[in-house]
């Protein structure tokens, strides 16, 4: 069955360091999707990304992120500056939207402990 | 984003059925009903999705009102795998644009064996 990967499966960091999370979304599917999940709170969205750019962002995607796909596979998350509040799961998602199939698969989350 | 209301939790006993209800009293003509689940220490997974009429799959029932303000999810014969939080989403089709999931507080399943 297809699946969306994810790396690092955990990564630390020093606050005030850049960090990239990177995702490889199912094959041929077209919209891209970032989320994340502080520990014991909600899933959250971050941006969304379709034709090499973004859709839609939420106001916590502020300038300290980006999103970029660099090649033909990769979904990449980057935060310039971590703060010690960015420690949480971050979900990578995608879907095909060819027809109306309303399922995002996601991956199984990148964990940032930032110190 | 329309909102829907589900209880904090609920315990359902193995290989017996699990209804798990949700509210969505303000739902509008062009929101889907979808259902996600996030098992321990893994992403949201995708169990079932629907809009007026009722929906079977090979993971779940969803059973959705006649006035589409509730609908309920149906485990048929619980399993402790089926153990996560539920999530009952409502998402709007929209012509372009992206549909992003907008994740309530969701209702944990335990499952007993």
């Known amino acids: 069955e297809p699946e969306v990967t994810q790396t690092p499966s955990h990564q630390v960091t020093q606050m005030g360091q850049e960090v990239i999370l990177r995702c490889v979304p199912i094959?041929?599917?077209?919209?891209f999707y970032w989320y994340r999940q502080i520990l014991g709170q909600k899933v959250e969205f971050l941006v969304s990304?379709?034709?090499?750019?973004?859709?839609?962002k939420s106001e916590i995607f502020d300038d300290q992120f980006s999103v970029e796909r660099p090649d033909g596979s990769n979904f990449t998350l980057k935060i310039r500056s971590t703060k010690l509040e960015d420690s949480a799961m971050y979900f990578c998602?995608?879907?095909?939207?060819?027809?109306?199939?309303?399922?995002?698969?996601f991956g199984e989350g990148s964990r940032l402990t930032v110190l | 984003d329309a909102k829907t209301t589900q209880p904090n939790s609920m315990e359902s006993n193995e290989e017996e059925p699990v209804h798990l209800p949700c509210n969505h009293s303000?739902?509008?003509?062009?929101?889907?009903i979808h259902w996600y689940r996030q098992l321990p220490s893994q992403g949201p997974e995708y169990v079932i999705h629907?809009?007026?009429s009722n929906v079977n799959n090979r993971m779940a029932s969803l059973a959705i009102a006649e006035d589409r303000k509730s609908s309920t999810l149906i485990l048929h014969r619980a399993t402790l795998r089926d153990a996560a939080v539920y999530y009952c989403?409502?998402?709007?089709?929209?012509?372009?644009?992206?549909?992003?999931?907008?994740f309530g507080k969701g209702m944990k399943l335990t499952v007993n064996p």
């Open positions: 998602a995608s879907d095909s939207r060819g027809r109306y199939t309303g399922e995002l698969f």
């Open positions: 094959s041929n599917h077209l919209y």
């Open positions: 990304f379709y034709n090499n750019e973004i859709s839609e």
């Open positions: 303000t739902i509008s003509g062009t929101d889907y």
């Open positions: 629907g809009l007026t």
């Open positions: 989403i409502l998402r709007e089709k929209r012509q372009g644009g992206s549909e992003k999931l907008v």
